[in-house]
């Protein structure tokens, strides 16, 4: 499968695009490969593209002003979108680093060619109002997390959204992202291994 053909099936998958309405778009996506720590945003620069991962896992991270620690915030794998939306939607600085923790490989489309989309389709339009409602459960979801689950559901749930990442991404990350200490992870996977 091309990679547009694979964009196309994704962006189908999350919205009911038509192929028609796909092609209405082709020449906007461009591509972008990444090393393994490069940035796609950086803290207090706009976010002016809308990614969709191929391959690689990135990450939205604040560093925390008083301990100087790097506090993983989003995690962003293959087949998922990779975007700061707050400062995406509203064109303002951003509140997190967005970098690649492998190398990874991104196709992406810039804002103004988005919004003209949104304005001259309704399946586009669509789409917007679903990656609204995608961003705002996300957020939602990792803030819930810490409001009321335990670590190793929080564990749990990140296998299922980003079930390779155990192969990819250093352990000290998925802990930062997960709000525990390392050794409190190897319990984890132990316990959760032994069941």
Request: contains cysteine; aromatic residues 14%.
């Amino acid at each position: 499968m091309s990679e547009s053909s694979h964009l196309f099936a994704a962006l189908s998958h999350f919205s009911g695009l038509s192929e028609t309405e796909f092609r209405r778009s082709q020449s906007f996506w461009q591509f972008k490969d990444y090393k393994k720590g490069e940035y796609y945003n950086q803290h207090q620069t706009v976010c002016k593209h809308l990614g969709f991962v191929m391959q690689g896992v990135f990450r939205s991270y604040i560093i925390d002003e008083k301990s100087g620690e790097e506090k993983n915030v989003f995690l962003y794998s293959s087949n998922g979108f990779v975007v700061t939306f707050k400062s995406f939607i509203n064109q303002i600085p951003c509140d997190y680093h967005t970098q690649a923790v492998t190398d990874a490989r991104v196709i992406y489309i810039h804002i103004q060619d988005l919004m003209k989309l949104y304005k001259e389709s309704h399946e586009w339009e669509t789409f917007g109002r679903l990656l609204a409602q995608e961003a705002f459960n996300v957020t939602m979801g990792r803030i819930e997390g810490f409001m009321f689950k335990s670590p190793e559901e929080r564990y749990l749930d990140l296998i299922k959204q980003h079930p390779e990442i155990f192969n990819s991404v250093p352990l000290y990350h998925i802990s930062s992202y997960l709000g525990i200490q390392g050794p409190s992870l190897s319990r984890i996977r132990k316990r959760i291994s032994g069941k």
